[in-house]
């Protein structure tokens, strides 16, 4: 019987500006903000797969647009 962390993936703030083609700080932004979940080790952050694959997976507002 799995209780889910075993099957759990975590990434490094490198790689998830890779997967996500940010820069780095741009995820530490997010991670600082609580836009993007992490747990933290030491001085790093690991973020969870599944935390990334659901913020790609989410559309977002055209940057251009006003919401007035």
């Known amino acids: 019987m799995s209780n889910g ?3 759990a ?3 490094t703030v490198a790689e998830v500006a890779e997967m996500m083609r940010v820069s780095k700080m741009t995820v530490y932004r997010h991670v600082h903000s ?3 979940p992490a747990i ?3 001085r790093s952050f690991r973020v969870p797969e599944s935390a ?3 913020v790609l997976n989410n ?3 055209d940057a ?4 007035a």
């Open 59 to 61: 559309p977002v507002a």
């Open 34 to 36: 609580g836009d993007l």
């Open 40 to 42: 933290r080790f030491g």
């Open 9 to 11: 993936r975590f990434l």
């Open 52 to 54: 990334v694959i659901a």
């Open 64 to 67: 251009g647009e006003s919401s």
């Open 5 to 7: 962390l075993s099957d």
